[in-house]
């Protein structure tokens, strides 16, 4: 008996000397911006990070699962390196613990979601400048998709429309031709404007909070809190005036559009920051109460996150205004919340069971007519743009009869922009196919039944493109 006692004691002691050593270690790697992870030694990089995207991280690790693991530990730079961490001194509020866990429920429901390697290795990324694309951000396929294509959107909202233009654009074709004269410092200008634009919104144009990694940590988390290494080393800058925001992004800017920095989800908490939790929940409804999900094994926007990134508010539904009425008229136990306001830029929404269930909900008009021709479009699941540099488009009826829509999907592999002449007075695409069976994607490009969620009957010529998408 005496014996078990005394081996028991002894495991224990060699535990508590393991933690210890791992304190010491993660000291010494902390100082030189890496963080240690809790991975096996003898397994290769490129296994951790897709057993990492696939992990359901809302099980918390047992004590005895750290333990297990800690002996030899495999280090990943998933810290956002040094170069791209603001000093403590730069006179920010730094993140309490209080507000992490709230920050983790509003965006996963619980506090032991972290952010999948996907979503901590994306960043704005401009194509090449003074290209023809030099106005477009990549976006590869994955949950950060939507957030990277609102804010494509906002970019080119202020290369047509915001930005001082020269004189000598006075066509249609000279309008767009200025987006692809775009170098890089205007693209920087560019994406420090849109990011502004929306948590300038998202804060009702009165204040915006703009989140920034320092190189120390700011508190230490619960025990019920699961760390990622970088929210724990946030800090936040207010600001009350909408120059001043996009001052501070302008001189930080490569905190968002350089490698390593996590500047999607640095963004995504600076949006939250700005409208605030509360007000966050107080725009929720019944159906909502975070802005993320979990679908094979990577989280994806929910609606009210994209609603919060186009109209300033994280209402969870399409259609205008609130519900409190069902179909029946019969009143609803929980009103629904949609949108309010209409916003600069629109939405567009197409899957393959709007052909087949007219029941489904439709967007409404906020959304679907924005003040500006430009719409991000939501296409079976992936995202893309919609845009026009004709102003007058959405303000002047006829201008709808013929016109031009260009098209952007976000992919590397698009190396022009696609120019859709869009007739409306013509609806022979409906002809000859009222007796054809099946799926009407068969027949018709996505793109183009998104595009007839607006304009029905619409005739789109894709100008010696290739139909895709």
Known sequence: MDDGVDNTISELDDILQQIADLDKWREIFNSRGLELQDCIV??????IKADEDNEDSSRPATATQHISVQSNLFTVPYSVPHTLAVSPSLGGQPLSPEIAVNLRKILFGNTFHVFNYEWKKSFFKFREPFSDMSYALEAERGGARA?????????????????PMNPECTTQSSFFLSLVDVGENEQR??????LTDILWTAGEEQTA???????????????????DSFTERLQLFTFKKKNDVTAFIYEHIQCFKEEGSHGIILFLYSLIFSRSIDRIRADFDFSTTYLLNLTLGNFVCRQALLNLLLTGRASPNIFNGTLLNDKLSKPLVHPLHGVLTRSDVGYMLWNREQFDHANLPQVGSMLKTPKLPIWVCNINGTYSVLFSPNRSLLSDWKMEHLFYLYFYNGQPTQSTTTMLTIDTHSHHWEAGNNDIQGDPEKRFPSVEMTIRTKWEGAVIDWNGTVPFF
């Open 42 to 47: 003898k397994r290769p990089i490129e296994k």
């Open 189 to 194: 200008k560019a994406l420090a404007d849109a």
């Open 147 to 163: 957030i990277q294509m609102v804010v494509q959107a906002h970019i080119i909202k202020y290369l047509l429309f915001s930005r």
């Open 209 to 227: 909070t703009v989140s920034l990694v320092t190189s120390e940590r700011c508190f230490t988390p619960h025990l019920d809190y699961k760390m």
